[in-house]
């Protein structure tokens, strides 16, 4: 599975932004997809994960109830819907994916494959 992440950008505070992960050479049925974001200096940090099996889906604390993440009927797209967006929310976001599900959905380590990364920057 190859990943293809976009929808990054500039935006001020307060302000939205939709992330894309597009799969190629597969679909998302069955896998966990998860977002995470990273700075300079910083090690990953997980944002968010949807479960492909049960549609059940995770977020950080940091993000919970600014963020969704949610797939297309055709499990061939993940979505990071970011609003309230805060310049602590700046970083390059990864999409990421797995089969099946880890307990462990936070640690970047569970997971099999990477997109490119795609940047965000939100003005104060």
């Known amino acids: 599975v190859q990943l293809q992440a976009s929808g990054g950008g500039l935006v001020q505070a307060g302000g939205s932004l939709r992330l894309s992960c597009a799969a190629s050479g597969g679909t998302f049925s069955g896998y966990t997809v998860g977002w995470f974001r990273q700075t300079p200096g910083k090690e990953r940090e997980f944002v968010a994960a949807f479960r492909g099996d049960t549609r059940a889906t995770y977020y950080a604390d940091s993000v919970k109830g600014r963020f969704t993440i949610s797939r297309d009927n055709a499990r061939t797209t993940v979505y990071l819907q970011m609003n309230g967006l805060k310049p602590e929310d700046t970083a390059v976001y990864y999409c990421?994916?797995?089969?099946?599900?880890?307990?462990?959905?936070?640690?970047?380590?569970?997971?099999?494959?990477w997109g490119q990364g795609t940047l965000v920057t939100v003005s104060s």
């Open positions: 990421t994916t797995r089969p099946g599900f880890s307990v462990h959905y936070w640690d970047a380590n569970q997971y099999h494959y």
